[in-house]
């Protein structure tokens, strides 16, 4: 899982988010684990074995596996937004954001797959507060998507008949790279970053 980006999401260094060594290796763990068995499947064993610690340490720092999957589906969804909203504050026009948006999204996703398959195939067993949190966090990233559409419309730059379906199809075509994409992939990250933005823009009605 040398692929997965879990530093950018948890930092090991002092500060107000950081994460205790040993609270960052559950997180690891847990992500291996939901990613490669699914949620239900996993025990709190076999986190807490993978992370090296034994299975009453794990408490010490997560009432439950169910708050391990809520803090890595919070995180993932957070990180998404970050990158969605930076690309949509970026410059040029609706096209160009929309073109660095998808690359992101997509690349994103490739070296984060094992966290993105669980962000976004475990919803179903989250609890029902932290349910709503990412809900919500799922929401933004679809409204910032569906106002780049927008903009891309009321420019002539894009020919939409719905602009909801359309954030939607844009932000599934990111978000299933997870599930398929494997160190055996032909494509490099960024490449397939690329190649996804070319025919989001086509998909858009947009001259490429």
Not at 98 to 124: C, I, K, P, S, T
Not at 147 to 173: K, N
């Amino acid at each position: 899982m040398t692929s997965t980006p879990l530093a950018d999401l948890w930092p090991t260094l002092p500060g107000a988010d950081a994460r205790p060594e040993a609270a960052y290796r559950l997180l690891q763990a847990a992500v291996e684990s939901f990613a490669e068995r699914g949620f239900h499947a996993t025990t709190t064993r076999d986190i807490a074995t993978a992370a090296g610690m034994s299975p009453a340490a794990l408490y010490i720092h997560y009432q439950s596996k169910a708050a391990l999957l809520a803090e890595i589906s919070r995180a993932g969804h957070a990180a998404t937004l970050t990158l969605v909203r930076g690309a949509v504050a970026g410059g040029g026009g609706p096209a160009e954001r929309m073109r660095e948006l998808v690359e992101q999204f997509a690349a994103w996703h490739a070296r984060a797959r094992m966290v993105g398959r669980v962000v976004n195939y475990e919803l179903h067993a989250l609890p029902e507060d932290a349910y709503a949190v990412v809900a919500a966090l799922r929401l933004d990233i679809e409204r910032e998507v569906s106002a780049l559409i927008e903009a891309g419309v009321a420019a002539g730059e894009f020919q939409v008949a719905e602009v909801r379906t359309a954030a939607r199809a844009v932000t599934s075509l990111g978000i299933d790279v997870s599930r398929w994409y494997t160190d055996n992939s032909s494509e490099a990250p960024e490449e397939l970053g690329r190649r996804y933005g070319e025919l989001v823009l086509r998909m858009l009605g947009a001259r490429v």
